[in-house]
Each structure stands twice: as structure tokens, then as C-alpha cells.
């Protein structure tokens, strides 16, 4: 007999095609997927349903994060207000070249774990791992997936060696070099892509081009291409980054190096991170041709590293796709999309003076639709519909911080539910999240973890990190620490 749920007596936010939102509604849940979605309550119901009353909640779709680093949850504060080149080479990559560890005691998989219970924790039931390198094992993170319920996108590393020594970039993974292939990708591609139930799938990633030849990347992205592997790239992040691409590679702008070496394209499925040094006009316009393309927005992570800040309004009138990220905890020190909506809600206002830019609305858009179209998964999650993959959040937003919410005055001109979702709540209103119909998180406590114990595992974790890799936090000049 097929298990059978219903969610009443609380409002829907669906961001369905018409984007209805239902004041006091009803979502029926079969198994896996959404089988009603209604004002009020269902006529008849299955016979042993469970009834679940939510008033004074609001639910929207799972959250997608497009561009996540799950190793570095164990670096968290480890890199506090350090330039780009500085955070990766002195502090990030010589960290993530020491992950080891075998079983529940691997690196990897702890900071995996770690990153997936705070994503859950804060809404987000789908994510893509932006660069799985070999430290962090794709067997370690593809085990997290499995047990912990989540639906994910692996990006495996494949990585060149870079071939501009003006940059003195040394990048201490690269004694790894021979896993970040393109038969190491394909063969854990053929290894993981549908496991968990057909909640993970194997994508390639890319770091930002700082020299290594256009026609290495073409032979990965063309490799991609025929396989039908996702790509997904670090682009034109730090303010240096447009120069190089024009000094490098003959004058080409990011979109126009991307389109040369085949990594957009019309048929290709591509999300491109941070986009914050772009020639515009000419980059958008590509990137819009290129009708699989996606940008992963990332205001936190952008403006912590003074990288920059994407040109999204630009990109969106053009007719790009995008989407958000929250980055990595180094250089967000959170993963909670929720905080990432209100941010990319309000930034674009004050950078140009609009009010009327970019608000709550197209930012839960970014964070829910627009990131399954950019992972191929618009028709099975992103929105609250009939016949889709029942992923979604449960918000409680009985608190003050809340007030005067009230669902019975909206039509009279009270408070946008959407504005209360991506102004106010964050990772501590959510309840209950559900992926593929089963609960992961219930009464804000997820479900079958012992957080106590992952956060013990990710304390030893870092500790041996550190101990191995020599790198330390440095403490604030000036603040006594006793």
C-alpha cells in the first residue's frame, strides 16, 4: 500500500507556472511524489493517511544550492578577510591536500555529512558539489548522499597543470593530479550516477582557466558532452580573472574562451559559478545563446572575498538562467540559503540604486525553479505540483520575528508571504523537510542523525587537518584571546 500524507491548514508558496500562492491549502503526498496541491482540504483522502495541521507555517519548495563546496565545512573560519589568491594558496588548498582517513573516520565523508545535516538543517533538499577533488573521495560523499537522504549533484574535479608561472599560483592538490582525470570522472560517473535511489548524479568540474591550454579543457568538455555529464566551472571570479582570460588565451572574453573550448553550448548543461569580471554586453548575450547555461550566484562568498559582484540583473534581462550558491563555509561560513535569498534580495538595490531590482520574489525563483532547470531537474522538483518529487520545507513562522504575519489579511494588503520567507526566516524556522517524500528533518531535529556525535567526528576532523597541514587561524590583532 502506497504511503500516503497530507500537509493542511498552512500556506503554499508552489512557484508553480502561475505562481499561486494558497493562503490556507492543502499538499497530498503518495510515496515520492505530489499527487494534490489545493485550497482548503481534499474531498477524500487514501485510507491511512497521515494528517499533518500546520497553521501558522508556510511551505516552499526544497531549496537548491548551485554552488557548494561540502569538504570545506570543516574549514570553516579557518580563512577570516584574506584576498582570494591568499585564501586559496596559503590557506584552503593546502588544507583540502591533507583530507585522509578511511570509513566513518575519512575526512571526507565527516565534512560531507557535516555540510549535508547543516543544509538540510536550513532548508536545502538538493545541492551541486561545485569540485569534489580526490582528498575529499567521491566514494566518501556519494556514502553521505545515500544515508543522509539528500539529492545531489557530485562535480568530480579535472584538474591540468597550469602553465602560467606569472601568477605564482601553487596549488598543493596537484600531487594528486593523476585522480583528477578524465577517466577517473568517467569511471566514477559509471560508478555512482543513479545510486542512492536515483538521487545522485556524477558531474564534471573545472577550476578557473589561469593558463592551462583551451584545448585541455575542450577535450574534458567535449568528453562531457558525449557522455551526458553536467559541467560546472568556477568563471571569472576574482577581479584579475577578465585579464587573464584576455592576456592567456588571445584576447577572449570569459563567454567567448567558454564557447571556444565547448563548455556552453545550445545543447550543453552547463552552470557557470560567480560571473562577478564579464565583458557586457558580449558575455551575456553568449551566455543567453547558449540556452543550457546557467550562472550560480554567490553575493556572500563574493563580497567576503572582495571578489566582486555579478552583474545578475544584466544577466537575467539578457536571458540567462540564474540560480544561487551559497559557496563554501570558509568563505560564507554558512550554508543556509535562506540568509543567501535576503542577501542577493537586497544587494543588487544598494549597488544601483533601485529599489525596484531584484527582490524577494526572483530570489526564492533563483533558489528553488531556476536552480532545478540549472541541474536538468525542473521537471521533477523546484516547485510544489502534482506529479513532482515531493521535496519541500516546512517553515515556522509563528515567532516574533515573524509578526505581524497573518495569511487571513494578505488579500487585504498585508504582508507578502514571499517577503516574510526571504526577508525574515532563516535557517531557524525551518521544521520539517521532506525529500522524496520522507522526512528528514521534523520539529527543526533531523532525523536518524546524532548531530552531537558529527559535530565531535568533525572537531577531530580539523584537528588533524591542521596538525598535518601546519595551517592555523590567525588570531585578530588587537583582541586578547586568554
Not at 45 to 57: D, F, I, K
Not at 124 to 135: D, V, W
Not at 312 to 324: F, H, Y
Amino acid at each position: 500500500m502506497a504511503k500516503s500524507t497530507l500537509l493542511t491548514d498552512v500556506t503554499i508558496v508552489t512557484i508553480d507556472g502561475q505562481r499561486r500562492i494558497i493562503l490556507d491549502g492543502s499538499i497530498l503526498i503518495q510515496d515520492a511524489r505530489i499527487v494534490q496541491v489545493c485550497s482548503g482540504k481534499p474531498q477524500e483522502l487514501p485510507e491511512n493517511t497521515t494528517v499533518v495541521s500546520l497553521p501558522g507555517r508556510v511551505i516552499i519548495p526544497g531549496l537548491i544550492n548551485t554552488h557548494a563546496h561540502l569538504a570545506q565545512s570543516l574549514l570553516r573560519g579557518l580563512a577570516e578577510d584574506l584576498p582570494l589568491h591568499s585564501w586559496l594558496c596559503d590557506r584552503i588548498w593546502p588544507l583540502e591536500a591533507v583530507y585522509g582517513g578511511e570509513g566513518d573516520q575519512a575526512d571526507g565523508y565527516v565534512a560531507a555529512k557535516l555540510t549535508i545535516a547543516e543544509m538540510l538543517k536550513s532548508g536545502t533538499t538538493c545541492f551541486l558539489e561545485a569540485m569534489l577533488t580526490h582528498g575529499s573521495g567521491i566514494d566518501n560523499v556519494a556514502r553521505a548522499v545515500s544515508e543522509t537522504g539528500i539529492r545531489a549533484c557530485l562535480a568530480k574535479l579535472v584538474k591540468f597543470v597550469e602553465t602560467n608561472p606569472a601568477l605564482n599560483i601553487a596549488d598543493a592538490r596537484d600531487k594528486d593530479l593523476s585522480h583528477m582525470s578524465v577517466d577517473s570522472l568517467l569511471a566514477a560517473r559509471s560508478k555512482h550516477h543513479g545510486g542512492a535511489d536515483g538521487r545522485l548524479h556524477v558531474w564534471a568540474a573545472f577550476g578557473t582557466p589561469r593558463g592551462a591550454p583551451l584545448s585541455s579543457f575542450k577535450t574534458v568538455a567535449d568528453a562531457c558532452h558525449e557522455n551526458g555529464i553536467g559541467l560546472t566551472m568556477h568563471c571569472a571570479e576574482a577581479p584579475a580573472d577578465l585579464g587573464i582570460y584576455r592576456d592567456v588565451y588571445g584576447g577572449m572574453s570569459p563567454m567567448e574562451f567558454c564557447t571556444a573550448a565547448g563548455i556552453i553550448g545550445e545543447d550543453r548543461r552547463t552552470v557557470l559559478a560567480h560571473m562577478c569580471h564579464l565583458d557586457l554586453p558580449k558575455d551575456a548575450e553568449l551566455a543567453a545563446k547558449a540556452q543550457g547555461t546557467t550562472v550560480a550566484h554567490n553575493p556572500s562568498s563574493n563580497l567576503k572575498l572582495a571578489s566582486g559582484i555579478a552583474a545578475v540583473p544584466e544577466l537575467r534581462s539578457a536571458g540567462v538562467n540564474v540560480a544561487l550558491g551559497t559557496d563554501g563555509a570558509p568563505c560564507n561560513n554558512t550554508y543556509d540559503m535562506l540568509r543567501e535569498m535576503h542577501l542577493a534580495a537586497i544587494l543588487h538595490k544598494g549597488v544601483r540604486h533601485d529599489a525596484g531590482v531584484l527582490g524577494a520574489h526572483e530570489a526564492l525563483e533563483m533558489a528553488t525553479i531556476y536552480g532545478a532547470k540549472a541541474l536538468g531537474l525542473e521537471k521533477e522538483v523546484g516547485s510544489l505540483e502534482v506529479g513532482k518529487k515531493a521535496d519541500l520545507v516546512v517553515l515556522d513562522v509563528r515567532q516574533c520575528w515573524a509578526a505581524p504575519w497573518d495569511p487571513a489579511r494578505v488579500r487585504e494588503g498585508g504582508m507578502d508571504p514571499v517577503s516574510l520567507v526571504v526577508g525574515s526566516c532563516t535557517g531557524r524556522d525551518v521544521e520539517l523537510v521532506m525529500v522524496d517524500g520522507e522526512t528528514l528533518v521534523e520539529g527543526g531535529r533531523l532525523v536518524g542523525f546524532d548531530e552531537a556525535a558529527l559535530s565531535e567526528a568533525a572537531r577531530r576532523a580539523v584537528k588533524g587537518i591542521q596538525e598535518r597541514s601546519g595551517v592555523k587561524a590567525t588570531p585578530k590583532q588587537g583582541w586578547l584571546i586568554e
